[in-house]
Each structure stands twice: as structure tokens, then as C-alpha cells.
């Protein structure tokens, strides 16, 4: 009877034994190193996250925050954010402002050998326009290309951000764009594509062909961690650039050092402009709130945040108080900056708008109304959770409630434009700035969600867009923010109260040269590799 | 044996009625979520996603058909061992889970080989020393256990064994730099221990208390008190008659509680960021991957009932005499 | 844990204290566990709400006097979150078991006293709820309600009744065929009577027991599925947003923020599987008059 326990244990044993044998065989691999001893790296770990799902297709939206990597672009931006040529040669704009005539280079080739002309330019930007995707070509009457180097794009109407349009898309090849080439890409950009395990890494090579010369680092690996896995990876050695919260760069990382670069990556409050009127919009979705209607309590939220108390507290000092949308870009108006953290002033506000605390709760009311509304944040992203909860906690001293409630994108979709959001955003293009504050996108996609709307301002926004010069267009820009009497920032309607902006933080190991580094947009793709060409091992 | 295989034809009409009814089931469960698959699926990016691509998005995976009829459709792809495409790891439903579940595999076969031997081995010890300190110890430890927290228990280790020791490496998939084919058993086997340890430790409970109490009503039985009065030695009452009565209930019992075993495992999963078929299913919740999900539900489901049916057959085939019913 | 055989499972007695007979250490034991248990819902309520608020110049601290479980990154004292997210767990466990023993009551009594064909039925039904690990089921049931607490309820209440519904076929099925039933049953007594009479006063009290027991399960997995994110939502004081968010502090060596948590909920845990332990010693006409 004994041999039966026997054979139990067997039993256990055989199993164990199989189950790590069918597991362990066919994962079995070796591992060869491929490091020579002594020799300079020319290979380049980055675990900065920036892992675009939907692909690397600049035809459905790739690469317009930051830099498409595999593709070129006509024009792209120097280390000082100034505009200036990549595939173009040069470019002309007629007096009417709707005719772009712009050459390009001939000696440009894909990856895939094959050369680029002005037929796939036209190709690229009719593509995108066609596809009605993120990419906002609607005032494209047509682009065609004349002769191998010249292509002549034709407006509906002038608009002086066309050129950034030029920065921001990265030209695809005619003969290998299809519904596949999201995965599979090919363009003349600086590196080509080897592998991507979505979710895990993406691999790519130096393209040995590219027109602003061969790059120093052969290869590079992108991988795509959590931030606590990405710092953690640091910490073991097993990434060269890690991009890491700001609550993370306090810390010490042996033979590593810290890089803060300045963004316009900025967080900012949108309220709801209008009051609530029962309307709704196509979606059903309810428009308006009546407390964040009022232009007091926006202001006065303006006034009363202590900005640089959430730099210091929730960015570690990683950032920077933010005061409009695009602070520091050639169109900002540095007008719009003001004394914040006054609470006496914002106070002294709510009272001569008729804000009283009648029923003695520390929370204000007015005709019946309690200043009290909730502020949505997106509740996956701890920087916007603790935003939420510090800046309601700063504005409860004014007698104002905001309530922070965490929601899925999901959700907010739905609760947009009737509750205050915690957003983002922050671009190298002023266009951004018009479809956040313009009445034409009032309800549209994410991006006017509260429904402002001001005539002047309007005004000055279609204009500048209008304007075929780029300094004429920036002053415009300036005014739509502040003319001395009105504007979208906080001085005059104050629709948003912005926060802060972040600096983006990342460890570089040492003996990395990582150029010099530009002020970064919203953290979409990977800014930090704008100037790859220019990154070397010491 | 006829009425054995009678017996298990029986049962496998059970489990195929089971399983129609459970796809049915969760079926309707995802068809009245009111999380946007699409919406999940874009997640943050979805600033960066026009309607139009929404809209193909929403046309490639079917969601603009009526319930029912994606039901239908559904459910005859999956008898034919379809079961569609995942969302976020874009490749086969079926081809995930076998590469998931042959990480999870190892998981939970190491933890589970590791808390029967030692469950066992305390619950005998206790058993045997019933009342004396060794016995309240491992009560005590046993019980504690069974309150706490896997992803608690997990964590703890993590602080421990990773940030202070640094003899692990903090939630990496895989090690970084290195592509999934070309990751070494070492390594894999490196990224194991911490989970399997945390399974381990949990998994002991409830296979030493069971084993504990079957082996004192096996040693206040009439007939080792007839072996003691023929003079026996502890001893070999434990070894002849004490081991041989509790060793099969407690295989048994390992094996009817793989369901515990697999809840477990999306935990520790979670915990340690280990690419098994926990992670996934927790992924495929979290962003709305909806054939992934299901997939995984239905998978689960087939890994618990292989576990009870084994526990099943073993008391059957092994000892007749016991009494069908107690397992489930 | 095996559920099934956390409710089954005859446990291991209290020991003996010098001065103290069994039952009267029982009794001490319960009163100690509850006490325990109000303890927290009051603390919880008490502590005042400005402790919870950020306090961005305290952030990151670890445990002092001030505050025992430290601070987390917004310099919210972690004792005040621990405490009020504790509560959170105790509602939602003890509103989801209570939810879910009803039904296992209902289910449990149909498929013991209305025939075969509905005791069929029903342990399909318990078979069919069994099939899918809970927490799986769980995660299931929380898509499905879209997240959020509602979401974590019906999921506890849905996987929670099968094991507590056997237990009650079981028992009224052993009461059934027990003598004095039988005999009542003979004396032409009718259903009803029997079931007012004879049954539920003995069924009543291993429910309460079986009910007291499932409260530890429903809490841990509440708590769980709230760490794997889809219960309760960030801003929500809760055991499992606590821990997931310390899991994103782990490297930076904030250990308060995973450890204090973590034990007070292992400790609340524990105190009412030792109180249905102790109520089950004090009311089981098995051990009873031990």
C-alpha cells in the first residue's frame, strides 16, 4: 500500500517535471552578446514611451507632436524652433496667399532605395486630406506636383499655418502607402524600421542613405514600460534614455544623469463657458454649466491658484507656471502673465460679482447657486489627479468647490462640456491655439469643448490666419489673447486657467551626447529624438 | 468501467452545457457594457483619433451589428475554435492565449508544486504535533494567510527582494533591449521566482489546515487506536496509515482549487508585470478588448473544470470506496 | 482560499486562558473583534477632513507621530486614507455578502424543498457561477457594469452566493431526513410549519455564520479588483486605489504607503474570520456546550 504514496509523489513530481519542460523547451533560446569589449556603443536603448498604437503613418496622424522619425518632412525645425528646409529647397507664397509653390530636393531616397519626388509630396498631402483623419487639411483645394521637384499646393482660403502644416507631415511614398504601412513604414527619415512587438519594443536601424547624413547610432530599441518599470529599468542599467515622471527625478541614478527639458507641455482647467440651457450636442451630450459661466469665478480661480507652489509640490520643480496655452512660442503675448496665488484679490472678486456665503458651509452662493462644480480628470494620469486634487484643494480657500471626480476618456467624452476638464495640451503650431478657442470648434472633437466663444477674438484669429506674413500673423495671435480689452486668456474671458507646464524629465546615461535639446511639445511620440542625427557616444 | 465511461460522457455533456450557457452569459455581459470598445481601445491618444477612423475602427471589429446577430456570429466562429482577433495584441484571440497561458503555465504549475509539498508537509507536521506550539504556529500562519492580500503579499516582496535587495528586477516583461524570442530561460526563470514565491506562500493555507484536520481524524480513528494498542510506533502509524489517508485528499484538493490558483495568478501577474494570461485578461478589461476578454473567460473556465474533472477521477479511480460529491 | 472549505471546514478552537471558560472567552473574543471593527467605521468618520487634504510642503513623508502611516505624494496623511478607504471596504464587503447570502438563502432553500427538478436547476445554476474563477468573473461582471462601485457590488454579490447556497441545500437536506422532521411531517404538519418550526431556526444560524465568513472574501476582493482598476475610482478612499497608486512609488522606496495599508487590511481581514469563528463556536450545537 505504501508504493500507491509513492506513486502519488510521482505523480506530483512527473507533472511538475512536464509542466516546466513544456514551458521551459520551447523558450529555450541562447543569448549571444553582441557588445565587442572596448569598443565605442553605437546602439541606443530609449524607454520613453510615445508607443503610437494606430502605427507610424503620418497619413492618420503620426508624428505631429514631435518628430516622425521614419519619414522626412518639407520643412522642419532647428534647435531654436526657427523653420527651415528638410526636403525643401525653398518655398513661395503668391500675394493672394492661397498659392504654395514649393521645390524640393532630387537626391532623396526611400528606405527602400527607391528615390523621392514631388509626385509622392502631392500624393502624401492629397492622401491625408482625403482620409479625413486628425490631420486637418480642409483648407487644401489640392496639391500637385509639377515636375519631379515642384509641388503646388492650392488653398481654399490663404492660412498662414499651412506652414506648419509642412512641418508636421511626414511624406510617404506613392508606391508602398496602403492599409499595412502603419506597421510596416517606409519613409527617407533618419531611421528605418526593423521590428515592432506592440506593446513591448520597437526596433529600428540608421538609414545609411539619409540626405542630412548617415547618423552616429546604428540602432535603436524604444521600449514601452509603466514609468515605475521604465525607472526601474534605469536604475538596472538596461536603458541608455528613460523618460520619467517628475516625481521620479528627485532621485539618484548611478551613472546616469538628469536632463529637465522645458515643454509647452502644459496642464490647464477648460470650464464650460455658457451657462447650462438644456441643450445638447449631436451626440446628446449636455452643454454648460451655470457656475463656471460665470466670468468670476473664472478669474477668480485664475488669480487664486498658487502655481508655483504646484510646480514645487506635485512636479518636484519640474515645470514651470503656466499662463496661456503657449507660453514662450513667437506668438505669445507675455502681457497675459499676472500676480496668481491671491487669494485677498480673488476673493474681494467673487464679492463685487455678488458671491456670498450665505449659509455659512465656507462655500460661496449667489442667487440660490452654490459655487460648487466638478472637475473631471482623466483618472489613468497621476499629474492630472494631483493637479485636480491640489488646485481644488487651493480654491476652497476662496469659497469655491470644485470636486474632483477621476473618469475614463470614455467618460469624459460625455461630460466635456458641462463640467470643468483637466486637459493638456501645448503645440508648435498656432493652430492649436485657434481650434481651442475658436467659435468654428465649438463641440468639436476634444478641442473647444466649453463653447467659448468671443466676436474679437474670432476676429483676430481669422485674420492671422488669413495674414500671408508670419510676423503680422503672430501680432494677431498676441491680440486674440489680449488687446488691452478682451482676449482668451485670463486677463480677459479666462475660458481656461492653466497651470503649469512640464518640463519633460529623462535619465541619460553618461557619456550619451544628446545634443542640444529643444522645448518640447505635448508628450506625444518622441520629441527628445528631434535632433537623433545629432546624438553620439563619447 | 462501463459505468465509469457512462460516467464521463455524462460529465462532458455537463461541461459542454456549461459552456454554452457561460458564453451565452458573458456574452450579454459585454454586450450591455456601457464602455465604448472603441473609445477603450484608442485610450489617451484619443485627441489624436478622428470619428471617421472611429467609425472604420468600429467596422472592423462588427460593433454595428445588432447583439444577437453578432452573437450568433460569434459563437459559431468560436465552435469552430475561432475566437476572433485580439484588439490590442492584433493577432488571433486563440494564438494569444497559448502564448499567454504557457507563461502563466509555469507560474502556476511551480507554485502550485510548491504550496502542495510544503502545505502538506506543515499540515502533517501540525497534525501531528496536534496542540503543541508547531501545531499554533502553522494554525496561526495559515489562517493569517488565508486573509491576506495576494497583491499585498506580492508588493511586499517586490520592496523587499527588488528595491532593497536588488536581487530582482522591478515589473519588466522581458529584459529590456532584448527581443521576445531571444529571452533566455535564465532570464525567464529570474522573472518567475518572485511570482511563483508569492503564489507559493498563499497557496499553502488551505492545503495545510485540510491536510492538518484529515490527519487528526485519521489519528483518533478506531483503527490507529487498535495499531497503538498492538504496539505500533508513532511513527509507522503515521507512515502506514496516517500519510496513506491524507496524501490523496490533499492531491485531490490541490487540483479542485485551480480556480483559486488562477485568480491568484492575474494578481501576481499584475504585480510583477509577468506576460501570462492573467495580465492579459486584465488588460483585455481595462481597455475594452472585448474577444480577448471573452476568450480568456471561456479559457478560464476550461482550466478550472480540467481541474475539478482531474480531482474527480482521481478519487474515483484511486479509491472507489470514498464518497463522490465533496469535490466540485 | 478554497471557499467551500473555509465554510465547511470544521477550525481550529480558540485555546484555553487560565480564568476563562470556553464559551466566556468566546464571548471576549467577539466582543474584542467588533469592537475592533466599529472601532475603524468610527475612527474613520472622526478623524477630521483636513487631514485628508494635500498638503503639497508634507509630501512624501514617512511614518512619524503626526502621522503613523506617513504621508503619500500629496502629503495626504495615510492613516486618515487608510481608515476611511477601510470603511469603503466594510460597506461595500458587508453590503455585497449580505446581497449575496440572501440569495444563497433563497437559492439554497428552493433546491432543498421544492423537488428535484428545481434542485437540479439550481446546483446547475451554482456549477455554471463556480465555472470561472472569481476573479475573473469579477473583472467580467465590472466591464460590464462600466466600472465603479456598482460595479464591484453585483460582481461580489454574483460570484459570492454558490458556495454559501450549497452550504444551505446541505443543511436543510440533513434536516429534511432528520428524525424529528420525519416525524413532524407523519403528524401531518404542514411545509410551512416545518420549515418555520424546525428549519429555519436551525438553518438561521449556520447562515449568520456562513454570512459572517463570506464578508472576509467579498472585502479582499474588493479590494482586489479595485487594485487591478476596475472598482472604485482614484479620488474614492480605498485599500486597493492605495495600493495600486504605492505600486507606482515602489522604486522611490516609499514603503509606508504599500506596508500600513496592506496590514490594517490583513488585520480587518482577519477579525472577522475570528469573529465567525467564535460565532460559530457559540451558536453550533456541535461545539456549543464543548
Known sequence: MTSRITRFLALFTALTLALSLITGCSQAKTDEATDAPGAVRDDLVLAIGGENESGYDPIIGWGRYGNPLFQSTLLKRDDGLNVVNDLATGYEVSDDGLTWTVSIRDDVLFHDGEPLTAGDVAFTFQTAKESGSVVDLGILASAKATDDTTVVFTLTEPRSTFLYQMVATGIVPEHAWGPEYAKNPIGSGPYRFVQWNQGQQLIVEANPQYHGGTPDIRRITFLFMDEDAAFAAAKAGEADVVSVPASFATQEVPGMRLAAVPSIDNRGIMFPFVPDEDKTTKDGYSIGNDVTADIAIRRAINIAVDRDALVEGVLEGFGSPAYSVSDNMPWWNPEVVFEDGDIETAKELLAAAGWKDESGDGILEKNGLEARFTLVYPASDLIRQSLALATSDQVRAIGIEMVPEGKSWDDIQTLMHSNAVLFGWGSHDPLEMYNLYSSMYAGVDWWNTGFYANPQVDEYMNEALATTDDEAANELWKKAQWDGTTGFSAKGDAPWAWLVNLDHCYFIAEGLDTGTQRIQPHGHGWPITANITDWRWK | MGKFANRFVRKSIRLAALLVALCALSFWLVSISPIDPVQAYVGADAMLVSPDQRARIAEYWGLNEPPVERFARWFSAIAQGDLGTSMIYRQPVADVIAERFAASLALMGVAWTLSGMFGFALGVLAGYRRGTWIDRAVKWYSLTLASTPTFWLGLLLLIVFSVWLGLFPVGLETPAGVLAEDVTWAERVHHLILPALTLSILGVASIALHTRQKLIDVLESDYVLFARARGESEWDILRRHGLRNIALPAVTLQFASFSELFGGAVLAEQVFSYPGLGRATVQAGLRGDVPLLLGAVIFSALFVFAGNLIADLLYRVIDPRIRVGRVT | ?290
Open chain 3, 1 to 290: 482560499m478554497n471557499e467551500t472549505d473555509a465554510l465547511t471546514l470544521p477550525r481550529p478552537r480558540a485555546t484555553m486562558v487560565p480564568g476563562l471558560n470556553r464559551r466566556r472567552l468566546t464571548l471576549l473574543v467577539i466582543a474584542v473583534s467588533m469592537f475592533v471593527l466599529a472601532g475603524i467605521v468610527v475612527g474613520g468618520q472622526l478623524i477630521a477632513d483636513i487631514r485628508i487634504d494635500t498638503h503639497l510642503e508634507l509630501r512624501n513623508q514617512a511614518p512619524s507621530i503626526q502621522h503613523p502611516f506617513g504621508t503619500d505624494w500629496l502629503g495626504r496623511d495615510m492613516l486618515t486614507r487608510t481608515l476611511r478607504g477601510l470603511t469603503t471596504s466594510l460597506v461595500v464587503g458587508v453590503l455585497a455578502a449580505s446581497l449575496s447570502a440572501l440569495i444563497a438563502l433563497a437559492l439554497g432553500a428552493a433546491a432543498a424543498t421544492l423537488g428535484d427538478a428545481a434542485d437540479t436547476a439550481i446546483s446547475w445554476l451554482v456549477d455554471l457561477f463556480m465555472s470561472v474563477p472569481h476573479l475573473v468573473a469579477l473583472i467580467l461582471i465590472s466591464f460590464a457594469a462600466g466600472g465603479g462601485a456598482k460595479g464591484v457590488v453585483i460582481g461580489v454579490v454574483l460570484t459570492h452566493w454558490p458556495s454559501l447556497t450549497r452550504v444551505v441545500r446541505a443543511e436543510i437536506m440533513s434536516l429534511r431526513s432528520s428524525e424529528f422532521v420525519q416525524a413532524s411531517r407523519r403528524l401531518g404538519r404542514s411545509r410551512s410549519w416545518v420549515a418555520r418550526r424546525h428549519l429555519l431556526p436551525h438553518v438561521i444560524p449556520q447562515f449568520i455564520v456562513g454570512l459572517i465568513l463570506l464578508f472576509p472574501h467579498a472585502i479582499l476582493h474588493e479590494a482586489a479588483v479595485t487594485f487591478l482598476g476596475f472598482g472604485l475610482p482614484p479620488h474614492k478612499p480605498s485599500i486597493g486605489i492605495i495600493l495600486s497608486e504605492a505600486m507606482m512609488h515602489l522604486s522611490a522606496g516609499r514603503w509606508w504607503l504599500t506596508l500600513l495599508p496592506g496590514l490594517a487590511l490583513l488585520v480587518i481581514v482577519r477579525t472577522f474570520d475570528i469573529l465567525g469563528d467564535n460565532i460559530r463556536a457559540l451558536i453550533d450545537p456541535r461545539t456549543a456546550h464543548e
